[in-house]
């Protein structure tokens, strides 16, 4: 399998649920990312991850927790999340976090938080 | 601190007709500039990019080139098809990766 996937593709939970966003990339890249797509809104990067290493966290309440076990993996933990975090989760990696490089999206998770 | 503006959509045209949507950034450096394409159901695509400028990037029949003199990185295509509808993002690249709001393309044979 080649490219970027993510599991699961939709996902709905309640605000008090414990649930996690899976991310894996199949091209050998050192760089992972998540985004967070909502209507309307520009595209916001959340976490960035290079070389395992968390190097960015644009202002994510906690919420939201991220780990990156090793350079294919990437999750998204989540818990007591709230209505308006609603929105498609999108994963992205990179050959290294550098602004030259081209960034390979997965599919995303469409995630419904009632 | 930087951004970048797009035009909003949804934009609707005929098939062959000729496309521009606009895309302007303000940057503190030398960014990079990117359009990306987002088709129904999946994720972002990088259609074409430019990283200094007077860059010309092409791809499958888009154009768009870096203007440091007007802070523009329209994209351009001579003639639509119906496969062609999707949403674009234009994107800029200096420290961070900054994204505009997309702008959905439709286009009706």
């Known amino acids: 399998e080649t490219g970027v996937t993510q599991t699961p593709r939709h996902l709905v939970m309640g605000m008090t649920n414990k649930k996690s966003l899976k991310c894996e990339q199949h091209l050998g890249h050192n760089a992972m990312y998540w985004y967070k797509q909502s209507a309307k809104k520009p595209l916001e990067l959340m976490f960035v991850?290079?070389?395992?290493?968390?190097?960015e966290n644009n202002s994510v309440p906690s919420r939201f927790s991220p780990e990156c076990p090793n350079s294919s993996h990437l999750f998204l933990h989540l818990h007591t999340l709230q209505p308006e975090d609603s929105a498609l989760y999108l994963c992205?990696?990179?050959?290294?976090?550098?602004?030259?490089?081209?960034?390979?999206f997965g599919p995303g998770t469409r995630l419904t938080v009632l | 601190g930087n951004s970048v503006t797009q035009m909003e959509g949804p934009v609707t045209l005929s098939e062959e007709a000729f496309l521009t949507i606009n895309c302007t950034y303000t940057a503190t450096g030398y960014p990079s500039l990117f359009w990306y394409v987002q088709y129904p159901g999946e994720g972002l695509q990088l259609l074409l990019k430019a990283t200094k400028a007077d860059d010309k990037g092409s791809n499958k029949g888009f154009e768009a080139t870096y203007r440091k003199e007007t802070t523009s990185f329209h994209l351009e295509k001579g003639s639509v098809q119906v496969s062609d509808s999707a949403v674009y993002f234009c994107a800029l690249r200096d420290d961070k990766i900054i994204f505009g709001k997309g702008t959905r393309l439709h286009i009706l044979p």
């Open positions: 991850y290079n070389f395992k290493e968390q190097t």
């Open positions: 992205a990696s990179s050959r290294e976090r550098s602004s030259y490089n081209e960034q390979f």
